[in-house]
């Protein structure tokens, strides 16, 4: 086993801080979701239709998910009446998606029990403290995409090009 450096042992107790502090979001949503009624992936699809601008392919596009998962999702949406959707006005072919009045109560319980937890959890917390705490998680969070462009550059320019067929899906060499 490597020897451990002092150097080292700040790093380490950050990484363990910041996993808790990511494990116990994630804890947290699943319970915010779950006091609603709702898994946490039926909770993304709601809040992003309730900014109006929901589109399912980008959707699924930017959570990695396939298109059929996403479609499941909003079926059992519209199935528990939480969604309604619509033909949009401008082109048939596109769907318009919107929280239904009981979508919208559901998503209003979410947001009391968020901000009942933020207001726990936050408030008593030095303001300088999280001015410091904001600064240093945006540096870090910024840090961390550059490395992933980079890690993805990197590696795309490794295996060179993907070619797509017509339905998008990745032919592999």
Not at 33 to 44: D, F, I, K, S, V
Not at 111 to 125: F, H, K, N, Y
Not at 134 to 144: N, P, V
Not at 158 to 173: A, D, L, N, Y
């Amino acid at each position: 086993m490597p020897k451990k450096h002092k150097s080292d042992v700040p790093l380490r107790a950050a990484l363990e801080a910041l996993q808790r502090v990511s494990d116990a979001f994630a804890r947290r949503r699943g319970q915010l979701a779950r006091g609603a009624g709702l898994t946490e992936a039926q909770w993304r699809v709601l809040e992003q239709i309730a900014a109006e601008d929901f589109m399912p392919s980008l959707f699924a596009r930017r959570r990695e998910q396939t298109p059929a998962a996403v479609s499941k999702l909003i079926r059992q949406l519209l199935d528990r009446g939480l969604v309604e959707v619509s033909i949009s006005s401008g082109d048939a072919r596109q769907r318009k998606y919107a929280l239904s009045t009981k979508g919208r109560q559901t998503m209003e319980i979410v947001r009391q029990d968020r901000q009942r937890a933020v207001e726990r959890i936050w408030s008593g917390l030095d303001a300088r403290a999280l001015d410091a705490f904001a600064g240093f998680a945006g540096d870090l969070a910024e840090r961390m995409e550059a490395h992933e462009q980079a890690e993805t550059r990197r590696k795309s320019e490794k295996t060179g090009p993907e070619k797509t067929r017509r339905g998008g899906s990745v032919v592999r060499k």
